[in-house]
């Protein structure tokens, strides 16, 4: 059982459009993280969200972390060529400091 | 800073074979990890050290040995290679964050194919 569902899995648009990845779990978390990774190497943080409700953004990228911290979603505004890449949740259950479990990631293609 | 490294970048290996895959990092990280990952199936947690000469299993721990002898390497062994070990192995490591989720900082990766 996968404990961070992220979907879609795969998601191919064309430059311009807007996107949105979604992140679900049944259980808690303290904190959530999204990774971006590319091909030949290993993921890279984008942000990480703590508070219930928390909004942030990164350029033309929004995080939020739901209520109820079950839940994130990351949303791209006019997504480019250099988006592209394997985007990857994962976060810290409550009590459990050390580990981050991860989604299996939404691997996005935006074509020119 | 050369961050997190990773020894070798490639390696293929007959089944029953032994390899060792060496992590180090240069940022003076309490935390260490190696991870797998296969298509589909994301990153999985495969052990852990939270300081030197301590270790915990991860995940998915079976057929893996490590040590952390020193705080700056984390050694990630296959003492007989199965088929099913074929993978993109991710060492990462992390600041000591008193509660605060900081980042984790990842290696390049290495590819290992068993045949």
């Known amino acids: 059982t996968q404990l961070l569902e992220q979907s879609p899995q795969f998601l191919s648009i064309q430059e311009g459009e807007n996107l949105t990845v979604y992140c679900n779990s049944s259980s808690v978390f303290s904190s959530l993280q999204w990774y971006r990774q590319e091909p030949g190497e290993g993921p890279v943080l984008l942000v990480t969200?703590?508070?219930?409700?928390e909004v942030k953004k990164l350029k033309r990228l929004t995080f939020q972390f739901g209520d109820a911290r079950k839940d994130s979603s990351l949303h791209i505004t006019a997504a480019q060529p250099g988006d592209t890449g394997l985007y990857l949740c994962a976060g810290y259950q409550r009590g459990s400091n050390y580990k981050l479990t991860f989604g299996k990631g939404t691997l996005l293609t935006v074509n020119p | 800073n050369a961050g997190v490294t990773q020894t070798p970048k490639f390696r293929v290996l007959k089944t029953g074979q032994s390899m060792t895959l060496l992590c180090a990092q240069d940022?003076?990280?309490?935390?260490m990890y190696w991870y797998r990952q296969d298509p589909g199936m994301g990153l999985r947690l495969i052990h852990y050290?939270?300081?030197?000469?301590?270790?915990a299993k991860g995940e998915v721990p079976d057929g893996y040995n490590v040590s952390r002898l020193k705080k700056q390497n984390f050694l990630l062994g296959l003492e007989s290679a199965a088929p099913s070990q074929t993978s993109v192995y991710f060492c990462?490591?992390?600041?000591?964050?008193?509660?605060?989720?900081?980042?984790?900082?990842f290696g390049p990766g290495t590819r290992l194919t068993v045949l």
């Open positions: 050290s939270v300081g030197e000469g301590t270790t």
């Open positions: 969200v703590v508070t219930g409700g």
């Open positions: 940022m003076n990280h309490e935390y």
């Open positions: 990462a490591s992390r600041d000591y964050s008193g509660g605060t989720p900081n980042e984790q900082f």
